[in-house]
């Protein structure tokens, strides 16, 4: 069982898990927090998670929770760490299951005054054009002859079928495909599981949202996005569907075996993991290139279906409609990044499990045209309450790793969730608020219910408040399709 370690306070946002708490913790843990949302986990396994995070082999510096921390399996989710390229590790759990689970964020040219009158029309035809709910199929199928070009090309591979502009990859993170991908090492049955999936929304927390933007706190950053107040945007968030697990759990039980026939013991199984130059972690690393453009892939799609539902319920040109990409950023993914050490500058492997990449101005990571602002980072809130826009900070590349968190973080767990809200009260109580709302069954409601999660205001407050993001826009929701 994870034992639940001590905390102690350094600052307003920030918390420590001091080495010693947790046998063999190589380095100590640090959590972004604050004392109202830390009531919320204080006790909370996710603790633990973070505490175990810090015995793995090649750690640098810190152990890293975000403000959003949940239970998750291995890592927390919200959970960062950082590992040396030589004696460091790769670890499936530190990723997560839902390979490159991201957020994108599209604008349009339409006001709210324009979209009310045929919200309902829109939230239907967008509930028609993207098929949602477990296991859901019917997208864009592919077939077993391209899906290698899937897993290579990402969303460059949906543009070329015709299903995208050229000018949708310069604003995704990674331009919408992450090198290195091996398809030769996705399976059979991961490769079966995508098949039928792209362009498809899933279940769980992922969801499409048609919101408003309610409030700007960096007008020129802003601008440059095209998020004005009073207009529409639409806001997707899914990932690489089954091919994505298929390849995490392959590759977590590949790894268990390995390890314990070399007799290797981890404080936690769920933690299994590989060195990174190892055989299989490389392979590891190649197939979860190939899901995270996959999923990239996925989301390029649904975006084409996103456009077309807006282009015939406003019986007007998509491109007339705007719905450009304002931004898309990864979740659940690992990339080699330079960054500083206990032991000076250096590239590392940087797991991110429930977080997002927050890199500052001048990085030539970031688009050309944010460069001079920082990189968008993405926080979706509950169906019920707001989203943020938020840019990374400088701080948070000594802090963080030039990471954040990616919303506003589970209170209850899906089963509790269900076990304390209706349907019908849900949906009334969004109703009234003008929020409408179509799902693939009653659980996918219940499950994502406004009360199942934190506070985002008070999670994008201790963002900020830490130094890894400053607020850039808040947007408020009017309809949601949920998986």
Sequence with gaps: ???????????EFTYEIPRGEVPGMNVPGRLFSDAALLSGVEGDPSLGQLANVATLPGIQRYALAMPDIHFGYGFPVGGVAAFDLNEGVVSPGGIGYDI????????????VEEVRPRLAA?????????????GSHGGHPVTARTIDDVLVGGAAWAVDAGLGRKEDLATQEEEGALAGARPSEVSENARRRGLKQLGTLGSGNHFLEVQAVDEVFDPAFASALGLVPGRVTVMLHTGSRGLGHQVATDFIQ???RHLAEAGTPLIDRQLSCAPIGSDDGQRYMGAMAAAANFA???????????RRAFASVFERPEEELDLSVVYDIAHNIAKVEEHATDSGRKKVLVHRKGATRAFPAGRDEVPAAYRPFGQPV??????????????????????????SCHGAGRRLSRHAAVRAFRYEEVTRALQSRGILVRSASREGVTEEAPGAYKNVEEVVRVAEGAGLTRRVARLVPLGVVKG
Excluded: H
Aim: hydrophobic fraction near 40%; proline fraction near 5%.
């Design 1 to 11: 069982m994870t034992k639940i370690p001590q905390i102690v306070g350094l600052d």
């Design 100 to 111: 490159n689970c991201g957020v994108r964020l599209l604008r349009t040219s339409l006001t």
């Design 122 to 134: 829109l939230v239907d035809r967008l509930y028609r054009e993207v098929p949602s709910g477990v």
């Design 254 to 256: 590949r790894m268990d």
């Design 296 to 306: 990239w892939a996925n989301r390029q799609t649904i975006t084409f279906g996103i």
């Design 378 to 403: 993405l926080i979706p809130g509950d169906m019920g309450t707001a989203s943020y826009v938020l840019a990374g900070l400088p701080t948070s590349m000594d802090r963080a790793f030039g990471s």
